[in-house]
Structures are given as C-alpha cells and as structure tokens.
C-alpha cells in the first residue's frame, strides 16, 4: 500500500515571496505518478502540477515547480511570487502506473499568503 | 456539461437516516471516482467505476455504503443508518481513459453533516 505524508499542517508567506511545501511518500511501485492538488476554500480540487516518477526533469507549471527526488521518495512543491490567490489547502497526491487508478492523498497544508 | 456537478451541495441529516448524493461527471468520462474527506484529513479513496467493469468497491469502509452508476453517467453514493462519524465532504471526479493518463477533474462536493 502507497502513503503519503504532509507535515507542515499549515504554513504562511509574504505575498511575492517563495514558499516551499513538504511531501514525502512510501512505495514499493517503481513507476508512479505525483501530484500537487490545491483547494481553495470553494471545496474545488484543482490540479496545480503533476510529475512522472520515470522522469529526472523537475516538472514545472508557471510559479509552480517541483523538487522531485525519487531515491528519498521526497516531492516538494515551490511557488515563486506567492500571489494572494494562492490561500488554499495544497494536497500532496500519488497515482500507480499505469494511470487512471484512484489517487492516495496526504493530508494536506493550509497555505495562507499574507499582503 | 462544463464540468463535474454534484447535488445536494450540502445535507444535514440526523443520526440512523439514509441519505444519497448524486454526481455527475463530465459527458463522454468513462471513469468515476468517490472520495471522502474528513475534517483535518485528505481525500480517501471510496469507490471506482470504469465503463462497464464490475466497481471497485475496496475502500468503502463499511457496508452502510453503497454506489451505483447508472448507464455510465451519472452516480448516487448511498449511506445508510448515518452516524456522525459519516459527518465529511463527499467528492466525486471523472476521467476519460483514453490514454495511460487522464487528469481526473473534481466536483464541488458534497458536505455531509449527521447531527
């Protein structure tokens, strides 16, 4: 079985400052996927950023990058310039290969930009 | 439609009733996923349906849950006997699978409070 683990309950950044949020996972897969989901307080679950466990290139989506080290089966998510809509909960998440098998989520980071 | 709905958005029901949330996915998604989120927790894995497979039942946590999917659209999650400890966000997502990956989209979910 696959966990997945968050343990920064909550954090807070400056608005335009960098932030980074911790993940770290069990597996005995050798080929995954991971994810970084964010929430807003609407309750929708919001893909921000995905990565395949076969590739050494971090992946990367605007503001958003990943620090993917597959070898700690550690998975952080950067965000660069925080922007006041980025106030959400951030869930970590892992999918086996091959895809579209349910997601194992952590139990997530409350992430609170302050102007 | 535009994206995954589900209904009611919120229900209050009390101890030892039944109560039934509906999703509906994305049109042409193959797939339809359950998950539940409890407070302070991430997403649990409920339920899976993939086109006209048998469901995979495997994180229901008890038998008052029960899913179906009626001609492979829309789903009814169903708990009977509710106890407060059902007390959680119902989400539900779709994906096609059409490839070895398909991102899976979220609805609003529903909020599930057993008084």
């Known amino acids: 079985a696959q966990t997945v683990t968050q343990s920064q309950p909550e954090m807070s950044v400056q608005e335009a400052e960098t932030v980074t949020l911790s993940c770290t996972y069990d597996?005995?897969?050798?080929?995954?996927?991971l994810f970084w989901y964010k929430q807003p307080p609407s309750r929708q679950m919001i893909l921000v950023i995905r990565q395949e466990a076969y590739k050494q290139q971090n992946a990367t989506e605007n503001r958003f990058s990943v620090n993917f080290q597959k070898a700690a089966k550690s998975f952080s998510l950067k965000i660069s310039d925080s922007q006041l809509g980025d106030t959400a909960m951030y869930f970590c998440a892992f999918m086996k290969m091959p895809g579209n098998t349910p997601l194992v989520f952590g139990k997530g980071t409350r992430l609170s930009v302050i102007a | 439609g535009a994206g995954v709905s589900q209904s009611p958005s919120n229900k209050v029901t009390e101890k030892g009733k039944d109560v039934e949330l509906r999703c509906d996915p994305i049109?042409?998604?193959?797939?339809l996923y359950w998950y539940r989120q409890s407070l302070g927790q991430g997403l649990e894995f409920l339920i899976y349906f993939q086109g006209n497979s048998a469901p995979d039942k495997s994180g229901l946590p008890s038998d008052r849950f029960s899913a179906e999917r009626t001609g492979g659209s829309v789903s009814t999650l169903t708990i009977q006997r509710t106890q407060q400890e059902d007390s959680a966000v119902y989400l539900c997502a779709s994906t096609d699978s059409l490839g070895s990956y398909n991102e899976q989209f979220f609805g609003p979910g529903t909020r599930l409070t057993v008084l």
């Open positions: 049109s042409g998604h193959t797939a």
């Open positions: 597996t005995s897969e050798n080929n995954y996927y």
